[in-house]
Every structure is written in structure tokens, then in C-alpha cells.
């Protein structure tokens, strides 16, 4: 199906667009044909098939959290311990293909077109907070999967699940004053019952992440919700009032390198803003797991396959397609080639993200650098020529 879309494309839409200017090429039916190309592909190519991915992980993960609990209870978690942290980085690696797409119904119903506000469920970083994790895990009360859906945003997703499998210790992350501190329960809980608790609350916030992983696939997939065909052929169905409404809902999306990338995973622990030392590198995204750098490779990579529309530049119909079309094919090349040296500056960082900030900065800055020379791109000429606008929360960025 994208290859005929693709073929049409070029043999048909692609004389139409370079003839026309930025608000014919937006009003023209070819024109329209040609952003729903781009947008089929990157459902049917990049999508869906990431959400897919993520509701297998989720439940897989879901039964090694339950083999956890059983272990626990017969006191041998050594080995099921470290079976659980890797499922938990096989859903996150899963989930931050996702970030790059929050538009729909994983984006917030309130700002977004189709939102449903299933993306904080999921993750809610950077709002977490491992005391009130540890608040509610002293309380008990979380025992399956409906006994977490009222629970808030920051104790009941991937973020609260990290604090869980890897603490650092025994000890909870709580002020001396907090109650669970001040009358003295937590410090009357064994080792064992720590970790019990712990494991108990762990498997059913999994088993919730399965549910709302599965809500999300299924609200895109065409034999449910549907919202494939909402996004895929926006200006057709009712969501999207145009195919560039869609368009622009999908960059807009792809932001999330620029701001939560570059500036918050990158930025903040460099030390370049909201940190008040030469680097923070408690500041990470995730500095207890420490896969920090792994999860920005895979949101470096995911947004590169939406430009592409596909794994590569042969594969699908992308932005890099339409910027062609519309006589902009030097744009097209450096804007891809920009975003790959920053894939290649962040794997060049060598180990962990949160050491290499103290033992190699300079490796960090670097990723940094070409990052912010990537999405200067995004926030102009990128915008620009697709005639597409600034997301408001980007509005205003001058580094």
C-alpha cells in the first residue's frame, strides 16, 4: 500500500507541488493527497506498529512481575529480580518510540485533537515522585490492575515501576517527617517485607500498563478505534479538518526531541539550565536504571523513521519525501544527515549517560551540539517550507 502511494507521489504530486506556492500547496487536492501519504506511512510503517510492539511488552512484562511475587513470598528473588528489571527496559525502550508521537489518544484531551490521556497513564515523567510511591506502597492498597486506575499519574506508570525494581536501597525516598518516616512503620518492615511490599505494587501497576497499553493499541488499530484512518487520511474524517492540520498535529508531536530531548535530557544534566553545578547527573531521565542514553538513542532514532516515514529513506513516504517535491531536496538531505550525526554523537558517548557527564562531559556536550544543530533545522527552515507552525511550547526558545 505505501509503495503505490509512494510511486504516486512521485510521479504525480511531485510536478504539482514545485509549481505551487506555500498556501496553494496547502489548499491543492494533490497537495492534500500528498500529507496523507506521509501520514499513512508513518501509521501504517512507524505507529501502529510501535504501540503493538509496546502492548506485547507490557504483558510480558506483567507475568515475569507476577514470577516476582512468587518469588518474594518464598524468598527467592535474586535471580527474578534482574529477569524483571529487563522487561521493564524492554517496555520502556518500547515506550519511548512512543514519545515521539503523542498526538491522538495518548496526548492530553484537553489540548489535542482525538486526546485521551492515556500518555500519562503510562509515563508521566518528568512528574515523578518516588516518596509518594513509597507512600503508597506502605499503604498496601495496590494489589491489581483496578486498584491502580484511580491512583495518580506519577505512582502508577513506567516512572513509579523504575523507582520500584532498582531503589538503591531498603530505604524509602521520604523527608524524616513525612508520617510513614515520623511514626516509625517503614523502619518496622523487615528487608523482606520491603521487598514484598514492593514486588506486590510493582505487578499491579504492570498489570495496569498492560490494560492501558492494549487501550492505546487498540484505539489506533483499524479493527477497534480506529484512529489509524483519523490520523492517515486527516481532512476525510472528522478529527483532523485538513490532511496539513494533520500534518502539523504529527510535527508537533516530533517536537518532543527538541524540548524534552535536547533541552531536558541533555541540557538539564550538562548543566546548561535548572541545574546548579557543573552537571547534574541525578538529573537524567533515568538515573536510577541508568539507560538514560539508551532511551534518547531510541527517541533520536524513532523521530529519523518519522521523517523517513519508514525504517529508511527507500522504505515509506516521509517529510524528506514532500520536501523534495516541493524543490527543497538539499533541505531534505541535511535535515536527515543533521539528525543522524546527532544518533552517532549520542552513541559515541561511551557507558552510562549519568558517568559520562562526570568523567567525559565534553562526549556529552558534543551529543548536545549536534542535537541542537539538528532541530535549529526543525524550528525553521523544517517549518518553513512545509508551511507547518511552531508548537506553542517551543515558542520562545532561543538557545
Known amino acids: 500500500m505505501v509503495g503505490d502511494m509512494k510511486l504516486l507521489f512521485t510521479i504525480t504530486i511531485v510536478p504539482t507541488l514545485a509549481a505551487c506556492g506555500p498556501t496553494e500547496r496547502t489548499q491543492t487536492r494533490e497537495g492534500e493527497e500528498a500529507r496523507r501519504a506521509v501520514l499513512a506511512s508513518a501509521v501504517e510503517r512507524v505507529i501502529v506498529p510501535s504501540y503493538v510492539a509496546f502492548a506485547d511488552r ?9 514470577a516476582l511475587v512468587q518469588a518474594e513470598s518464598e524468598g527467592e528473588d535474586a535471580a527474578v529480580i534482574d529477569t524483571a528489571r529487563v522487561a521493564w527496559g524492554a517496555s520502556m525502550d518500547a515506550w519511548q518510540e512512543g514519545e515521539l508521537f503523542l498526538l491522538g489518544p495518548a496526548a492530553p ?110 484505539a489506533w488499530l483499524a479493527s477497534a478505534g480506529n484512529f489509524a484512518a483519523e490520523l492517515g487520511e486527516a481532512g476525510l474524517r472528522p478529527t483532523y479538518r485538513s490532511a496539513q492540520e494533520g500534518l502539523n498535529a504529527l510535527s508537533d508531536a516530533m517536537f518532543y526531541l527538541e524540548k524534552e530531548g535536547k533541552d531536558m535530557k541533555l541540557a538539564v544534566p550538562l548543566g546548561l539550565r535548572d541545574c546548579t553545578t557543573e552537571v547534574c547527573p541525578d538529573k537524567t531521565e533515568n538515573p536510577l536504571s541508568q539507560r538514560s542514553k539508551e532511551h534518547l538513542l531510541v527517541n533520536a532514532r524513532t523521530f529519523l523513521r ?32 543533521r539528525f543522524e550525526l546527532a544518533i552517532d554523537a549520542i552513541e559515541a558517548i561511551e557507558g552510562r549517560l549519568e558517568d ?36 506553542d511550547r517551543a515558542d520562545g526558545d532561543n538557545d
Open 58 to 66: 507490557t504483558a510480558e512484562m506483567s507475568l515475569v512481575l507476577e
Open 109 to 218: 484531551m484537553a489540548s489535542a485533537a482525538g486526546g485521551a490521556d492515556l500518555r500519562d497513564r503510562i509515563y508521566s515523567w518528568p512528574i515523578t515522585n518516588s516518596c509518594r510511591v513509597d507512600q503508597e506502597t506502605m499503604r498496601g492498597v495496590h494489589v491489581d490492575a483496578a486498584s491502580v486506575a484511580s491512583a495518580p499519574a506519577n505512582v502508577r506508570g513506567l516512572d513509579a515501576l523504575e523507582w520500584l525494581l532498582f531503589a538503591p536501597s531498603r530505604d524509602n525516598a521520604c523527608p524524616p517527617q513525612t508520617a510513614i518516616n515520623a511514626d516509625g512503620s517503614w523502619a518496622a518492615l523487615s528487608d523482606e517485607e520491603v521487598r514484598g511490599k514492593r514486588a506486590t505494587h510493582a505487578h499491579a501497576i504492570a498489570q495496569r500498563l498492560e490494560l492501558d497499553a492494549k487501550a492505546l493499541r487498540d
Open 306 to 337: 518519522l521523517y523517513h516515514g519508514g525504517v529508511d529513506a527507500e522504505s515509506g513516504t516521509g517529510f524528506d519525501d514532500l520536501l523534495i517535491a516541493m524543490g527543497a531536496s538539499e533541505l531534505a538531505a541535511t535535515f536527515g544527515r
Open 356 to 391: 559520562a557527564l562526570v568523567s567525559d562531559r565534553a562526549s556529552v556536550l558534543a551529543a548536545y551540539e549536534a542535537l541542537r544543530s539538528a532541530t535549529d533545522l526543525l524550528k525553521t527552515e523544517f517549518l518553513s517550507v512545509l508551511d507547518l507552525e511552531l508548537p
